[in-house]
C-alpha cells in the first residue's frame, strides 16, 4: 500500500474520510463535503447513531456535488481525550473498512483540531503509522484466493497544509514498522520452512543497515559448556544456534569485550541486551504435548522473533545507542537421543538443572543465553522475552504480557513504554518462597516448580542467571505473540508484540 502526503482538497475520486468530533462537530473539511453535497453529512448523521464518539465509521455512498465513491466519516471523540495510539487504531480501522468494500484508493482530509495538543501534521503521521500497520499480511502460501478476500487497497494520501513536514514526520516514526513486519514474518512461517539455520540466514538481511552478525553453532557453545541449551535441542535434526547481533549506534569508541563467552565482533561500552527464546518447534519432547493446537508451537520462537525484528527497527532509524540482541535457536523434537525426564544439565554458569519437565525447555534455552550476554557483554541492563508458559494466559488472558524484573525503575519504563504503543504489560512477583519452590533434591534447581504459580517459578529458574547488581526484566508473552482476531493496527495471526515496547523503552529512556 502506497502512503502520500498532497495539499488539502476535498474533490478527490476513491474514498473521501473526513473527521469528526464528539457531540457531531464537523471539522473544517467534513463542513466543507457537507456544503458541497446540499448537506448529505448532516443528513447522514441525523439519520443515524453515529456522534462522532472516537472509533465511529458513518458510510455516504456516491453523494452529490462529489466525484467520490464514498464519503467516509471518522469519529476522533473529544479533542482533550484525543492520544497518538487513538489515531494509530483510526488509522488501522480505516484500511480495515477500506479493504472490507473493495476499495482501491482513498484520501484523507486531516485539519487542525481544536483542544488538542496534537498538531494536524503529527495526526496525519499517526494515522498513516496505523494504516501501515493494519495493512500486513502473510499469504505467501496461498495459490487461489477469491477476489474477495484479497486486501483491495494500494493507495492511500493524506491530504494537508504543511504535507512535507507530515511525511517526514511519517517516515521517522514508520522505520520501526519494517522491523515489526519482519518479527510477524519469522513467527508466521511454518517450522518445515523456518529453523535454526535458516533463522539465522533471515537475520543476514540486517548486516546491511550496519548490524554486525555472530552465530555459534554445537561446537562452539559445546566448548563454553551450554548443556541446557544443547540438551533442548539433542532430538533434533537441526542444530542449534545462537545468534548474536550488535548494533553500535551510539558513536562510542568499542571496548574490547570480557569473558568466556568473547566473540569475535566488536561490542561498545555497557551496551543494552535483549534476548529471546527460539524454539522454532515445540513438540515437548519426550513430554510431548497434546496433538490438538500442537501447530500453533511454530510461533514457539516468539521472543526471538521481536528480538529480530527490534534489532533491525534500532538499525533502521540509527538509534544512538548500543544494543545487542540475542536468540538461542532450537528444536524441541522427541528422537531417540532427546532429553529424558529425569536428566541432570550442567548449564554454562555451572549450575545444574534437573529437567523434570520436557515441556519446560524456554528456560532451559534462555538461561544458557542470558549467562552468554553478561559474561561476554556486561550490559548496563538486560531484558528476555519468551512464549515461555501456558500459566500466563490463565493469570492474563491474551491482553497482557506478564512482567517480571528485579529492578522497579525498569519494570516501570517498561510499562510505561507498553502503555504508550498499545503493548501492555502488568508486573508480577518474585520472591524467596517462589523461589524455594525449584529446589531440587539432586541438583541445584529443577525446572519446574509444581502446578501452582508456573509463570512465576519460571521467572525465578530465570532470575537465579542473572548476576547481582544487573537490572533484568522478563517478559512472558505466550498470550500475545499470537492473536485470533483482526485488531486495529494488528491484522489475525503474528503480533510482533514487544518490537514497538522495546523501541520506545530505548527511545525514551536510553537515547536521551
Known sequence: MRIAFAAPTVKTSGTLVVTVGDEKRLSASAAAVDEATGGAVGRAIAGSRFTGKKGQLLEILAPAGLDSARVLLLGLGKPAE???????????????????????????????????????????????????LRSYRFDKYKTKEAADK?????????????????????????????????????????????????????AAVLEKLGVKITVLGEKEMKKLGMGALLGVGQGSRRESQLLVMEWHGSGKKPAEKKGKGKAKAAAGEAPLCFVGKGVCFDTGGIS??????????????????????????????????????????VENMPDGNAQR??????????????????????RLVLCDALWYAQETYRPRMIVDLATLTGAILVSLGKEQAGLFS??????????????????????????????????????????????????????????????EGTPWAHLD???????????????????????????????DQYEK
Open 150 to 202: 484479497k486486501l483491495s487497497l494500494a493507495n492511500l494520501t493524506f491530504h494537508l497544509k504543511e504535507a512535507k513536514k507530515a511525511q517526514k514526520q511519517f517516515e521517522a516514526i514508520a522505520a520501526v514498522v519494517a522491523g515489526v513486519f519482519l518479527s510477524r514474518d519469522v513467527v508466521s512461517e511454518p517450522a518445515n520452512i523456518l529453523y535454526p539455520e535458516s533463522f539465522v540466514e533471515r
Open 477 to 507: 508473552i505466550a498470550g500475545v505473540t499470537w492473536s485470533d482476531k483482526d485488531k486495529p493496527t494488528v491484522p489475525k495471526g503474528a503480533t510482533a508484540f514487544g518490537v514497538r515496547l522495546l523501541d520506545r523503552l530505548v527511545a
Open 406 to 467: 528485579n529492578d522497579d525503575a525498569l519494570s516501570e519504563q517498561l510499562a510505561a513504554a507498553g502503555k504508550a504503543v498499545g503493548e501492555p504489560v502488568w508486573r508480577l512477583p518474585l520472591g524467596e518462597e517462589y523461589d524455594r519452590m525449584i529446589d531440587s533434591d539432586i541438583a541445584d534447581m529443577k525446572n519446574v516448580g509444581g502446578r501452582y504459580g508456573g509463570s512465576i517459578t519460571a521467572a525465578q529458574f530465570l532470575q537465579r542467571f542473572i548476576n
Open 341 to 362: 525426564p529425569g536428566d541432570v544439565v550442567t548449564s554454562a554458569n555451572g549450575q545444574t538443572i534437573e529437567v523434570i519437565n520436557t515441556d519446560a525447555e524456554g
Open 82 to 132: 484525543l492520544t497518538e495510539l487513538d489515531l494509530e487504531k483510526a488509522g488501522g480501522q480505516l484500511v480495515g473498512q477500506l479493504n472490507g468494500v473493495g476499495e482501491t484508493a482513498a484520501s484523507i482530509a486531516v485539519d487542525a483540531l481544536e483542544g488538542t495538543a496534537i498538531p494536524a501534521t503529527e495526526m496525519a503521521a499517526r494515522i498513516a503509522l496505523g494504516a501501515r
Open 288 to 329: 510431548i504435548k497434546p496433538a490438538g493446537g500442537m501447530e500453533d508451537m511454530k510461533w514457539d520462537m516468539g521472543g526471538a522473533g521481536t528480538v529480530l525484528g527490534l534489532m533491525h527497527a534500532l538499525a533502521s532509524r540509527k538509534a544512538k545507542v548500543d544494543v545487542v540482541g540475542i536468540c538461542g535457536l
